[in-house]
Nanobody, 132 residues
Framework: QVQLVESGGGSVQVGGSLKLSCAAS????????MAWFRQAPGGKAREAVA?????????YYTESVKGRFTISHESTKNMSYLLMNSLKPEDTAMYYC????????????????????????WGQGTQVAVSS
């Protein structure tokens, strides 16, 4: 069982930055990946934002955040971070950390990293609000 706790959300103006953190505790079986998803207000669908395959450090991003967001993983603390720069109003959402365990192939993760249904463990989320 893995527990995930997100922190670092808040309110920021357009162009500002935030760094989200995800603390993972418990045992993951086999190689694992961590990712950030978000869900904007108004009943919009959950969206994959960024993912990292922890054995190799390979990272993946949705197109709208490329060049602005950076995902990282600190193995000694089993923490994932999402550094968000140049924030826009459309980045306003609840941000969730997720873990996918037993990922044995980089090719597999690169193909399916954005599929939220595959992730086993989820945090409670941290709210990000970007105002103009």
């Amino acid at each position: 069982q893995v527990q995930l706790v997100e922190s670092g959300g808040g309110s920021v103006q357009v162009g500002g930055s935030l760094k989200l953190s995800c603390a993972a505790s418990g045992h993951t079986y086999g190689p694992f990946a961590m990712a950030w998803f978000r869900q904007a207000p108004g009943g919009k669908a959950r969206e994959a934002v960024a993912g990292i395959y922890t054995p190799t450090g390979d990272t993946y991003y949705t197109e709208s955040v490329k060049g602005r967001f950076t995902i990282s993983h600190e193995s000694t603390k089993n923490m994932s971070y999402l550094l968000m720069n140049s924030l826009k109003p459309e980045d306003t959402a609840m941000y969730y950390c997720a873990v996918l365990s037993n990922v044995w192939s980089t090719d597999y993760y690169s193909a399916f990293w954005a599929s939220g249904s595959l992730y086993t463990y989820w945090g409670q989320g941290t709210q990000v609000a970007v105002s103009s």
